[in-house]
């Protein structure tokens, strides 16, 4: 227990559980998101479709056939109030008729999912044809978006203790200039920066422990893969990210120049690497781009574990990605490096 790299493990540890603020963006605010965003996006039973129709439009059969449908709420307004509740969303669909036409005209978003829907069953509604299928909605774990958005929790959680934590901590010290007075010390330097990699991979182990416990005992969360695997992935992803923080830190003794980079890499892989939605809608050249990013390659092996059962023989592609990172930001970072 004297060696000195446990001792300067035990002091970042020791610096961490002292700061309050850390302690709450660490594991706080993980898990204020897994309970924000599996509340607002829950499935919900039967929920109607709202549908506004135009007091004039049509006769009365055309109103009778939409509000005989439970799966929507018809609402009555006058063309103006009509088109303003569904510019303000208030309405998935716009029901109305022009002098002249022979049917009704629904007016949708085929942009919105939900309008579609509503649109779908306004003609179904109308035209009065059975249905050739059974519904059958899923309601179990897998399927449902807190499902999917727990792993990319996950991943942003281990970047952003790795990349701020790592970087702003040893930048503190260099602009204080207490880089340089360790570095005149009998410690070795590999291992100053080799205790902040193990601090936060025990970090992360814990808080993986935190979020993943809350979402079972909140929403029934679960893996249909291995516990090792996931574990795994989540450490080589600690290293990926730990190698970018000791590379932004590398030259700089400005805490604000760091906040700049480390914003500027880690916003863009939130926005882009499908930690809150899918990237499915972004163009293939974009993919193949984004496919090459960390943080995607984090989220996605962390759901195909979670949500598909693979495990690490088949998720060889994100986890060269990840090793690869953690290899080039390691080895620059390292050779860029300055203790003053």
């Not at 929403?219 to 695997?229: D, E, I, N, R």
């Not at 939130?270 to 050249?285: D, I, K, M, Q, Y």
Request: contains cysteine; aromatic residues 8%.
């Amino acid at each position: 227990m004297r060696h000195p790299l446990i001792q300067l493990l035990l002091v970042r540890l020791r610096i961490f559980q002292r700061e309050p603020e850390a302690l709450f963006w660490t594991f706080g605010f993980p898990l204020v998101l897994t309970l924000v965003l599996g509340i607002a996006f829950r499935p919900i039973e039967d929920e109607p479709l709202p549908v506004v129709i135009v007091e004039d439009a049509g006769d009365d059969t055309t109103s009778a056939r939409l509000e005989a449908d439970p799966q929507l709420e018809l609402l009555h307004a006058s063309h103006d109030e009509a088109r303003r509740l569904f510019v303000r969303g208030r309405a998935l669909a716009l029901v109305e008729m022009q002098p002249g036409d022979a049917a009704p005209r629904v007016r949708s978003d085929p942009t919105r999912p939900e309008s579609r829907l509503a649109r779908a069953r306004i003609e179904r509604a109308l035209v009065g044809a059975p249905s050739a299928i059974e519904d059958a909605p899923m309601r179990e774990p897998g399927t449902r978006y807190v499902d999917f958005v727990v792993p990319g929790l996950v991943g942003m959680n281990v970047m952003t203790v790795c990349l701020w934590g790592i970087g702003w901590n040893v930048v503190e010290a260099r602009s204080r200039k207490l880089l340089r007075r360790l570095a005149v010390t009998p410690m070795k330097r590999g291992h100053y920066l080799l205790a902040f990699l193990l601090a936060h991979v025990v970090l992360v182990l814990v808080t993986l422990a935190v979020i993943l416990g809350f979402a079972w005992a909140s929403f029934g969360v679960g893996s249909a893969g291995s516990a090792l695997a996931y574990v795994v992935v989540v450490i080589l992803g600690c290293f990926a990210f730990s190698a970018m923080g000791v590379l932004l830190a590398s030259r700089t003794d400005n805490v604000e120049v760091l906040s700049g980079m480390v914003n500027a890499a880690s916003l863009l892989q939130l926005v882009a690497s499908g930690v809150f939605f899918s990237t499915a809608r972004f163009p293939e050249w974009a993919l193949t781009i984004l496919r090459l990013l960390p943080l995607t390659a984090l989220v996605d092996a962390l759901r195909a574990i979670a949500l598909e059962g693979r495990g690490l023989l088949e998720l060889s592609v994100e986890i060269t990605v990840l090793v690869g990172w953690t290899a080039l930001a390691g080895l620059v970072g390292l050779r860029l490096f300055r203790w003053t």
